[in-house]
C-alpha cells in the first residue's frame, strides 16, 4: 500500500478520490482504497449517525468526520474557482449544526394500505419511510409519524409532496396530489392540527393550494420583521445558514445608503440592510409577501415584481445604487451578471446555492473590471453535497 491509494479528498458528487484518479463511494480523507476496491478506514471516516444512512438520499456524507466536511465544504467552493482560473480569500465554512433544517420537501405513497413518508433514496425514486432524521429540526420530525397516520387515515393512494416549514407559529404542511372531501376527513385533518400544533395545514390536488387549517395568520420573521409565508416558500433551509449569509451581505455593503436586492425574495436580506433598498422578484406571492411586510413596518423599500431573466436590471438601472446584492436560483444569473459587470456601484455582494454557477457568473465580473474580494462558503446542508456561499466584489 502506497501513498497513491489514499483517498486525498472529496469531488463534488461526494466520492472519495485518490492521488490518480480512482473514485470509491463512502471514502473520507485518509482512507486506503485497498486493490480489491474495499477501504480501510481513517481517522477521518465515522461511523453514521443515520440508521437510514447511506440509502437514503437526504444525505451524502455522514460518513465524513466534522473537520472533513467542513474541508468538502470549502474544496466545493476552491474547485469552483479553480475551473475559472479565478482566485479569493477564502473564508473558515461555517456549517450549520445537525437537526437545524427548518424547510424540507418529503414525499408520500400509498400502497397496499400503507403510506411511505421521506426523502427518496439515492439516486432513485423509492422513498426512505423515515423512521428517524439527523438534519430535521426536531419540531418537524415530530409531526412526520403522525402525519403518516393521517394520510393513511385520508386514503392516501397516490405520490405526492409533503412540504415541511417552521414557520413563527410553528409547522406548516403542505401536501399535494392529496384530495379529502367530507366530514370526517375534515375532522381528522382539524384533530391532527389541534393535537400536533400544526399552524397551517394545506393541501393541493393539482388545481391551486387550498388551506384547511391556519387559526392564526403564519408569518415568517426575517431582518426582524413578520413576512406573511406563502405555502411552500423558499427560505434558507437554517436559521444558522440564513443568519450567516445575512452577516456577510450587511458586511459586504456596509456604509451604502442606497442598495438593489436582486432575486429578493420573502426579503431575507431586504429587511436585514440598514439602508433605502430596491427589491426586485419574479415570484408573485413572495413579492407580495415582502410588499405587505414593508408596508406594515413603514420601510424604506421599494418592491417590483420583476422577472431578472427575462428582463435584468439594465447598466443604467444599476448606476442607480451605491451596492448590489444578488442571491439568484442554481442556474445563476448571466444576463444579470453581463450588466453588473459594466455598472458603476461601488460593491457587489453575491449570494450562491451552486459554486459552479457562482464561478461562471464571477469571472464575467472580473474580466469586467471587478476584484472577488472574499468568499464565506455556507454548508446550511449538513453531510449533502449541496454548498453554498456569499461573496463580495469591488472595483
Known amino acids: 500500500m502506497t501513498s497513491i491509494d489514499t483517498i486525498l479528498r472529496v469531488a463534488a458528487r461526494g466520492d ?15 482512507d486506503l482504497l485497498n486493490d480489491d476496491g474495499t477501504l480501510t478506514h481513517g481517522p477521518h471516516h465515522q461511523a453514521a449517525p443515520c440508521r437510514h444512512f447511506p440509502e437514503c438520499g437526504g444525505c451524502q456524507l455522514q460518513h465524513l468526520d466534522d473537520a472533513a466536511y467542513a474541508v468538502f465544504v470549502t474544496d466545493r467552493v476552491a474547485s469552483a474557482l479553480d475551473g475559472q482560473e479565478l482566485t479569493a480569500t477564502l473564508r473558515p465554512p461555517l456549517v450549520s449544526p445537525p437537526n437545524t433544517r ?161 432575486f429578493a425574495g420573502l426579503g431575507t436580506f431586504t429587511l436585514a440592510l440598514p439602508a433605502r433598498v430596491y427589491a426586485a422578484e419574479g415570484a408573485r406571492d413572495a413579492l407580495f409577501a415582502l410588499k405587505a411586510a414593508v408596508g406594515r413596518g413603514q420601510l424604506p423599500v421599494f418592491t417590483e415584481h420583476r422577472d431578472l431573466y427575462r428582463r435584468p436590471l439594465t447598466v443604467a438601472e444599476l448606476d442607480r445604487f451605491d451596492a448590489i446584492v444578488i442571491d439568484p436560483p442554481r442556474a445563476g444569473a448571466r444576463d444579470q451578471a453581463e450588466a453588473l459587470a459594466a455598472c458603476q456601484a461601488k460593491v457587489i455582494g453575491y449570494v450562491s446555492c451552486n459554486p459552479s454557477s457562482f464561478a461562471r457568473d464571477a469571472r464575467l465580473l472580473v474580466e469586467g473590471g471587478w476584484r472577488l474580494d472574499w468568499i464565506q462558503p455556507v454548508g446550511q446542508f449538513r453531510w449533502s453535497t449541496h454548498v453554498e456561499l456569499a461573496a463580495r466584489f469591488v472595483r
Open 16 to 30: 472519495g478520490v485518490t492521488a490518480d484518479g480512482r473514485h470509491a463511494a463512502f471514502a473520507a480523507p485518509g
Open 102 to 262: 427548518r424547510r424540507a420537501t418529503l414525499h408520500a405513497e400509498g400502497k397496499g394500505g400503507r403510506v411511505s413518508l421521506g426523502f427518496t433514496a439515492e439516486k432513485s425514486h423509492a422513498i426512505v419511510d423515515m423512521r428517524e432524521c439527523l438534519i430535521l429540526a426536531p419540531e418537524l420530525f415530530a409531526v412526520v409519524a403522525p402525519l403518516r397516520t393521517l394520510l393513511q387515515k385520508l386514503g392516501f393512494k397516490r405520490r405526492g409532496d409533503v412540504h415541511l416549514t417552521l414557520s413563527d407559529q410553528g409547522p406548516d404542511v403542505m401536501v399535494t396530489n392529496l384530495t379529502a372531501d367530507g366530514l370526517a376527513a375534515a375532522e381528522a385533518i382539524t384533530s391532527f392540527c389541534e393535537r400536533h400544533a400544526i399552524a397551517r395545514f394545506t393541501l393541493d390536488s393539482g388545481i391551486g393550494a387550498e388551506t384547511r387549517w391556519e387559526p392564526q395568520p403564519v408569518t415568517i420573521t426575517l431582518g426582524g420583521h413578520p413576512v406573511p409565508l406563502p405555502p411552500a416558500s423558499f427560505l434558507q433551509a437554517t436559521q444558522e445558514g440564513e443568519d450567516a449569509l445575512v452577516a456577510a451581505m450587511r458586511e459586504a455593503t456596509s456604509g451604502a445608503t442606497t442598495i438593489a436586492d436582486l
